[in-house]
C-alpha cells in the first residue's frame, strides 16, 4: 500500500516510464508515422478550413460585440462575478472545467464490462467492501473509551477536519448530481456514456465517500491513544484515495491499454462552465457543511459524554487475595463511583474517577489512578486522605496504561504490594445497577434455604484446645428480633456461654472467624454489648489485640459464598510480627466443619432415618441425638446393628470384645446360644463383624448319665482372657438340651491367657461334657483345632487356649503351609508361632507375602533340625549367618557341616519355598530321616544344589528335571536309592553330577547320555547295571567319568578314544 502510494505522488509530477527504452522507442516511432499521416490529412483540410475561417471570423465579430455589452454591465454593477467563481470552481482561466480524474469516471465513459469499467467496478467495490468490514468490525467488538487524555482529543479535533478537507468524493459526487455540467460535452467525447451511468457512479462516489468519512470518525472517537488513532486514520485515508490511485495507475498503462487511452482522454477532456445563478450554485457546499457540522455534533455528544464519564460502572466489587497480608481481605467488599473531574488547568481533562468503599464498617479504602510521570497506573489505598501516587499505597497494579479511564481494565492484572510481592488472587467485577442492593446490602436471610443453625459435623473432632468450644451456634440477634450482620453476613453466637464469654462466629469480607467475645471486649461483657460491637460503624478489626481471633476458614470468594460458613475448611489463626490481623495457618488444619442445624426434608434432611418436622426439628432413630440426629451413640458399650459397619467402626468397637472399652460392652447382648434360646441373657458379641477379629468356634458334646439327681436348672460356659481382661461369652445353658452343641465367638487377633471355664456342674448332676475348640468358622475346611478335652467334664473345670495365631499371617501364608499342622506342635507349628509373635511388624501382610514366605521357610529349618547352636534371631532374616541375599530376595542357603559340626532332626522340605535361590549348599549332616522333597523342583533359578553326605534316604525325585538352569547336582554320599530318572536329561545345562556312594540301581537312562555340556560324571558305588553306550563319545566337554563300583556289562565303547579333554576314567 505505501509503495502504491508513493508511486501515485512521484506519477503526478514527472515523467517515470512504465515501459523499456526499447518499447518507448518502438512507440514513438509508431507515433511518427501517426503525425506523417495527420499532417497529410491536415493539409489537404487546410483549404477547406481557409473557407470557414471567413465565416468564422464574421461570428466572432459578432461575439465581440456580445461581450463588450457584458463588461460595460459588469463595470456598471462594480461586481466582478464570474472570475471570481471561476477562481471558486477551478476555472482554468480559460472558462472552462476538467474531468475529475479517478476510477469512478471509468464506469460512466466506457462500454459496460470493457477493461476500464471492470477496473472501476474492482476498485468500487474493495472500497465498499473494506469500509463495511471496517465498520462491522467496530460495531461489533469496540466500544466508547470511557475517557481520553488531552493530548487525544486534540488530534481526534484535528483528524476530522482533515478527514472533510482532504476526501472530497462526496463533494465531487454532490456537485456532479446537482449540477450536470459537461453533461452534452461527455456524451459526445466518450461512445460508452450514458445518463444512468453517469449518475450510478457519481451516487456510488458519494457514498463510497460518506462511508469512509463515518469509519474514519468511528475510528476516531473509538482510540485511547495517538499511534492507534492516526494508525487507522492513515489507513482509511489510503483506501479513499484508492480509486484516484487506480486512475492513475491507468494513465501510466498499468491497467491496460484500453484504460490508459481512457484515462489520458478523460485528463484532456474539458467543458465550458455554466453555473447556476445565486444561492442555486452553493447546494453542493451547504449539503457539505452539513455533513461536517453533523459529525462534529456527534462528536461533540461523544466528548460530553467522556467527559462526565457517565459510561463508568457505578459500583464494583471486590475481591482481595490475603495470603500475603492478611489485612487486605478486610477491604474486600463494594466499591462506589466518585467523580473527581473538575474544570480547570489542561491537567483536569486527564483525571479519573475514584471508587471508594459503600460500607463505612469495612474501612476507608479507595481505588485511584495515579498520573505521576515515573508510575501512570491503578492503585488501592487503605486510607481516603492518601493522595493515588503517595508511596505508601496499599496495592498497585503492575500493568502500566496512561490510556486507561477505566479501573475494569485493571481486572486482569497483577495487584503488587508496596513491597513488590504479588497476591494471589484479585478479583474486580461490576456490579449490575439492579443488583446493588443484593451485592452490596446485608445478604437475604428469607426462605428455607437459609440456616439459622450450625452445628459442628459429628464426625469431626471439631475446635479444640485449651477452651471448649461449643458444637451448636445460633444466628445472633437484636431486640428487634433482626439478625444481626457484619460484613454483609450474619454473627452467630455458640449455644452455650462458658468460662471464657459467648463464643462469635463472624464473616471479615475473606474469611470466616471463630473468637472468644471476652478477647473482643472486655471478660463481664453481656448479650447487649456482643451486638453493639457489630452494629456500630467504626472499622475495629485492625485494632483488636493479638490472638483475639482463634481460628479462620478458608478463603472465601464471589462464587463460592454461601452467606454462611457451611462446608468450609478452618485452620488455627497464626498472627506474625507487626500485623494486626492473623493469617490462616494451612499447616494446622482443624478436624471440623460446620453443617446447617436446622431441617428441611429437600435439602438438609434428618440423618439416619431421622423425620423432620415442621418447625424444622428432627425425630431421631437408632439412638441418635443432635439437631440433625448427626450424633450417632458410638463406644457407649452396646452394640448397635444400624452402625455396626466398617465406615462406623463397628459402631464404634462396640459390637466385638477385643475393641468395645466400656465396663457394659457385651452385658446382656446374648439371648441365643450353643443352638438354645437362653432362659436369660448372657454376655457376648454375636453381632460382631470386624474382619481383624478372629473366630473361634466351641464343640459341645453333652450328655446326661441316668438316674442322675435333680434340681439341675443350668450351667455356665465362660470363655475369659485373663490378658485383656476381657470376656468374649458367658451364658447359662440348659443341660436338658443334650448333643453336639457349638457356637462361634469372636476374640481379638493373637489373643492369649484366655480360659475356658464351666460352671454350675457337680458330679451329682449326671452331666458330663467333652469339647473341642477351632480356630476358624464353623464348617470352615480351614479351621484349624486348638484344644480339646476327649474326657468327659463331670465337675466345674477352668481349661487354658493357647495363643491364637495371628488371623494376617493365616491368610497370608494359606497354600504355603497345611493348617493341620497349626497348634499340634510340630516343627512348622513352632516356626508359624514364631512368626505369629512378630506379627506387629507387618500390619500389612499381603504386601509382605513373598518376604513372609521366605523366613518362614527359613524358621521352619531351624525349627526342625538340631543344630549346634541357633541361626536365627529377631533381624531380618537378610544378617542370619547361612543366608545371603540380593535386595530382599533370599539367593544362597549354606551349611558345611563337616566343618560347623553336624546338623540333626530333619532337613525340612521348607527349604524349597525359597523360590528365588540359586545356590543350595547343605552338605555333611545327619538327616537320617530325610529325603529329597518333589518341591525342589519349583526352584527354577536354581544353579547348583549340593545335598551331598547328609544320610538322605528315599528316592531321586523326578521332578528335578525341571531345574533347567542347574549347573551342578551333588547328592553323593547318601542312602539314596531307586533308579536314576529319565527327567534329568531335560536338564540341558547340567555340567556336574555326583550320585556315587548310594544304592542307586537299574540303567542310566538314555537320556542322561544326551546331555552334551555336561563336565562331571561321578556315579559309581552303586548298582548301576546295564552297558555304556557309544554315543559317550559325545560328551566333547568330558573331564571326569567315574562309572566303577557298579554292575555295568558289555565292553567298553571305542568312542571314548574321542574324548580328547577326558582327564580321569
Known sequence: H??????????????????????????????????????????????????????????????????????????????????????????????STPMTPNAYTFLYTSELFSGPSIAGMVTCSIQYTVFSLFLLDLLNTESVPPGVAALVRVVQVIAIIIAFLVETDTLTALFAVIYREGFDEMANSFNGFAPWKYYVANFLLGGQGLLGKVVAFYLIIFADNVFDLLLNFTAIMFISELDEIVCFLAQDGYVGKKAEALAKQIEEVKFPRRPPKGILRHVHLILYGLIIAGAFVAFGFVAFEQASQESLAEFVKVQFGDDVDPTLGLFSGCYEKNITFTFGGWDSWDSRVQYVRTQPDRGDGKFDYCLDDGLQTWVFATDQSKTSCDENVALRSAEERSTSFDLLDAKGDQWLLETGNTISEFQLNEIDPDRVEIECGNISLEGEDVCLVLTVDADAVGFSGSHAWSRTFVMLQNSKAEAVQFYQHPVFIGDAAGTEGYELLFFTGRRWVLASASKLLTEDSNREDVIALFETSNFWLLKLPTDALSYLSEAVNQGNDRGTPLGLQWYNARYADGVAFPFADISRPVDGSFRCGKCNSRTNPCLYEGICQDDGTCICSHGTSGRLCEIKPLSDGVCNPFFNTAPDEYDGGDCCVATCSKANCGVGEMNFAFGQSLQRNGTGFPNCNDPSMVPLTIYLETEIVEDAGSGFASYTVELHCEEADTTPMRVALDPSIVGTLNETVYVDDKAGSCLLSFIGIQSWTGLNISYQIMDGLDSSSDSMLLMSEENNITTNGRFALPTVYSRCLKETLTGVIDHHHLYTGSYQDEAFARLSDEAPKYPDCSSNRDYLIERYALVALSTAEEAPESWISSKDHCLWSRVTCEGSRVVELTYDGLTNGALKGLLAPEFTLLRHSERIHVFGNEFSESTIPTEVGTLSALTSLFLDRNGLSGAIPSEVGNLSALLGLSIHSNALSGTIPSEVGNMSALTRLSAHTNALSGTIPSEVWNISVVERISLYGNALSGTIPSVVGNWSSLAVLGLHNNTFSGSLPSEIGLLDDLLYL
Open 2 to 95: 505505501l509503495l502504491s502510494y508513493l508511486y501515485y505522488f512521484v506519477s503526478r509530477n514527472s515523467n517515470f516510464p512504465a515501459m523499456s527504452i526499447e518499447e518507448r522507442l518502438e512507440s514513438l516511432e509508431k507515433t511518427l508515422d501517426n503525425y506523417h499521416d495527420e499532417i497529410a490529412s491536415v493539409r489537404s483540410k487546410n483549404a477547406e478550413l481557409e473557407t470557414k475561417n471567413t465565416h468564422l471570423q464574421d461570428k466572432y465579430l459578432e461575439a465581440d460585440e456580445k461581450i463588450s455589452e457584458l463588461q460595460n454591465l459588469i463595470e456598471m454593477n462594480g461586481n466582478d462575478v464570474t472570475k471570481k467563481e471561476d477562481e471558486v470552481d477551478g476555472d482554468e482561466g480559460d472558462g
